[in-house]
Structure formats: structure tokens, C-alpha cells
């Protein structure tokens, strides 16, 4: 079967493919898929958890109010679907963030504000606004993301302009800001900014995030060599020498991810500030570790993982 038709199947078979279009073009239906993705079939009132709930309607028509809100018969609360996740108190109609949710979680290396700017009409700050929070809404909790077991690999890059002046090192030495990823072969990858490569970061992330009876598989770089006698086995590959792979010893499929990782800041986004690049590097996680899904459950996880989550303007004097 060709890629085509394998495509064109996976599509017709997802049902939220065939729901997020209308989604994206109808405020009405937009909430009601919001509301479908993150309730199901039994809303629950955010404040107080009680299902006892209803939909407010209009007392001259008898539609649903043009806020869409309800109302929780247990603490007497009113609140939309919005309300604890990271488009609560934002004015944008919710079929773009649909739109902004779909195209942040299909793209394979990440979508521009500018692009969701051109597609839905929103300003380009109201587009920033949104991916930023999406970007945050994609971040794992630090809490349940559980430790990379079996063969992981263990590489950093550096991500930056390039060298002022030609010959120069671009990469370690310079004053690039590191990212470190961690990659269990056939399982999800845990990515990161760091502060700066040294013995004692390196170790306590690959300690952090990896589990003791794994296998690890790193680069010559000599400041892995003490963390990698904790575990099972270390292997390291000499790219120095040329070496890049030594029977199963390698760290191509790391490498493999930042590649991905540049070609989104490089081709899509252009320029990237350090202060920001963590959640960009968040985004490339989060499309990894989902990547068997098909794409509507790929920004239903997204959708599901905003709530609980908040991000807010940092007002000057706080």
C-alpha cells in the first residue's frame, strides 16, 4: 500500500479529523467539541468537582447563552469550559485556539505564530499568545513523568546564531545555550535546557531521568564517563575518530530528534530567544513522544493536557 492511500485511511478512520474542521469555522461548535475532549459525556464543574450541572440558557429563546456558560448546583458556581486551563480569561474565540491546537499538534516541526495569524485573522501577539500557552500546555508535569529504562541515549546540543567571526567553535565553548535530550530507544524522549554543560549538570539529569538498570549510550565526552558507572552499561561512541556507530552502541536516534528540533527553530520559527526556548523544546517533546498517534488523538492529548494549567502575564513590579 502506498503512503497516499495509508495516509488518506488513517484520516478517514479519525474521527476528530472529521470534527475539527467544523470546530475551527463555528464558534458554537467549537465549544462543544472543547467541552466533548475535556468532560466527555459527564461535565463537571472546575471549582468544586460535582457533576451536578446544566447549561444556562437564554430566557427569551431558550439557546444556550452567547458566553456558553453553566451552572454547578452544588457550590452555586458559574463557569465555561475554559475556565483552569490556559485559554481561561482569554478573549479569543475558542475555534481559533481549535485551530491553533490542531496545527500546533499535526505539524511535524512546529507551526508560526505568523502562519495561525494569516489562517484565523487574529493579530500576530494574539497568535504568540496562544502557542505560547499551547507550547505550555504540551510541557510534561514533572511529577508523572517516570524514569527512561532499557537503552537510552544521551547527547546534548547547543542552540544559537552562528560564530561571529569564521573558525570559531560553534558549539561547546561558546556561549550557545545547551539543550540536553535523553532518548529511550523506542520510548519517549525527556528534553531539556540546561545552564551549562558540567559534571555535575550532566549527572544529575541523566541520574533524574534515567533509571539505574539501564543501559547508557553517550558520545566520548569525558564528563559522562563517571555517571555512566552507576548504571548497567555505558557505551560511548568517539565522533572525533569518526565513529559513529559500534555494534548497538550509539546515539543517532538523539541526534535524530535534535535534527527535527532545528529544522522547526531554523526553518519555521527563524529566531528563537533563550528566554523562550525551553517551551519550544517542550513542543518538539511533546510531538515525539506522541508521534503513533494518528492526528486528531495527537491534539486531543494536547487539548486534554491544557487543563490545570495556567500562564499569566507577568505584570511589571511582580
Not at 160 to 172: A, I, L, S
Request: aromatic residues 10%; positive net charge.
Amino acid at each position: 500500500m502506498s503512503k497516499q492511500k495509508v495516509q488518506n485511511r488513517s484520516t478517514k478512520n479519525d474521527p476528530v479529523i472529521q470534527e475539527l474542521p467544523l470546530a475551527c469555522a463555528e464558534e458554537k461548535t467549537a465549544v462543544e467539541f472543547m467541552e466533548k475532549q475535556r468532560w466527555g459525556e459527564y461535565p463537571a464543574c472546575p471549582n468544586c468537582g460535582d457533576m451536578d450541572v446544566y447549561q444556562m440558557v437564554d430566557s427569551k429563546t431558550g439557546e444556550r447563552q452567547a458566553n456558553y456558560r453553566w451552572r454547578c448546583r452544588g457550590c452555586k458556581s458559574q463557569f465555561t469550559v475554559r475556565i483552569g486551563t490556559v485559554f481561561e480569561d482569554s478573549r479569543i474565540p475558542l475555534r481559533h485556539w481549535c485551530f491553533a491546537f490542531w496545527r500546533a499538534s499535526t505539524s511535524k516541526k512546529g507551526v508560526s505564530a505568523l502562519e495561525i495569524h494569516r489562517q484565523t485573522g487574529v493579530s500576530y501577539k494574539s497568535a504568540l499568545f496562544m502557542l505560547h500557552r499551547i507550547r505550555y500546555a504540551m510541557a510534561p508535569e514533572t511529577a508523572t513523568r517516570g524514569p527512561l529504562h532499557g537503552t537510552v541515549e544521551v547527547d546534548e546540543t547547543y542552540i544559537g546564531g552562528k560564530p561571529r567571526y569564521p573558525g570559531r567553535k560553534c558549539g561547546r565553548g561558546t556561549p550557545k545555550q545547551p539543550v540536553m535530550a535523553l532518548v529511550e530507544r523506542g520510548g519517549d524522549v525527556h528534553a531539556m535546557t540546561i545552564a551549562n554543560v558540567s559534571a555535575k549538570t550532566l549527572s544529575s539529569t541523566v541520574l533524574k531521568h534515567v533509571h539505574y538498570s539501564a543501559r547508557l549510550m553517550t558520545d566520548e565526552l569525558p564528563l559522562y564517563k563517571r555517571v555512566g558507572k552507576t548504571y548497567t552499561d555505558h557505551q560511548a561512541v568517539k565522533h572525533g575518530d569518526k565513529e559513529y556507530v559500534r555494534g548497538d552502541a550509539h546515539v543517532n536516534t538523539a541526534e535524530s530528534f535534535f535534527a527535527l528540533l532545528k529544522r522547526g527553530l531554523n526553518g519555521i520559527y527563524h529566531s528563537v530567544s533563550r528566554k523562550h526556548l525551553h517551551r519550544y523544546v517542550a513542543h518538539a517533546e511533546f510531538l515525539y513522544n506522541h508521534r503513533e498517534l494518528e492526528d486528531g488523538e495527537r491534539a486531543v492529548a494536547a487539548i486534554r493536557a491544557a487543563e490545570g494549567k495556567r500562564l499569566l502575564y507577568k505584570w511589571p513590579g511582580r
